[in-house]
């Protein structure tokens, strides 16, 4: 269970300080920055079969991997921008399993995903520059657990999540000698 467990969250769980400061917010806008140039040189030279190839068993492909980043980076932009212009709005959640399973996500080229993480990345890492202190404080609410969620959070959130996925990709390459 412990080797299932370091496949599934292979850098850990995503652990918010307590005080998020300006350090952790500059390295999380970073990673968001740096992510979509790190994925597709990881991935470039990767054959049809080795994109078809899940990450573990049982889990997704390094294809459904890549798509998912994609769309979960793209409802969390919506969510910056919900929290930066409305008083702590109750977000949608959607099903990412499901999306998964939808066939984009299991045939469509990567490059879709790629360009679009890349010009995705760069208007949000434009916004997130360029935002006031106070407006890091600004939240949503995350409708499981009514969980209020603040920019700053969500910044490290999705610094984690990209780094948590490209582990996913970067892991199964070594364990291959890809």
Known sequence: MEELEKLKYPIGLFECPENISKDDITNWITVLETLPKRLS???K??????LNTPYREG???????????ADSHHHSYTRFKW???ENRPLIKVYEEKLWSELIDAKTAP?????????????KL?????????????KSYIHPEGS??????????????????????IENLALR???
Do not use: P
Request: hydrophobic share 45%; proline share 0%; aromatic share 12%.
């Open 41 to 43: 040189n990881l991935v």
């Open 45 to 50: 030279s990767f054959s049809e079969e080795q």
């Open 59 to 69: 889990g997704w492909t390094v294809r459904q991997v890549i798509h998912h980043m």
């Open 83 to 85: 929290a930066l212009t």
């Open 110 to 122: 990567i490059s879709l995903s790629l360009s679009y993480l890349t010009a995705l990345h760069a």
């Open 125 to 137: 890492v434009y916004l997130l520059n360029r935002l006031e202190s106070a407006d890091f404080e």
């Open 147 to 168: 969980v209020n969620v603040s920019v700053a959070e969500n910044i490290g959130k999705y610094a984690w999540h990209s780094n948590h996925h490209f582990a996913h």
């Open 176 to 178: 291959k000698g890809w």
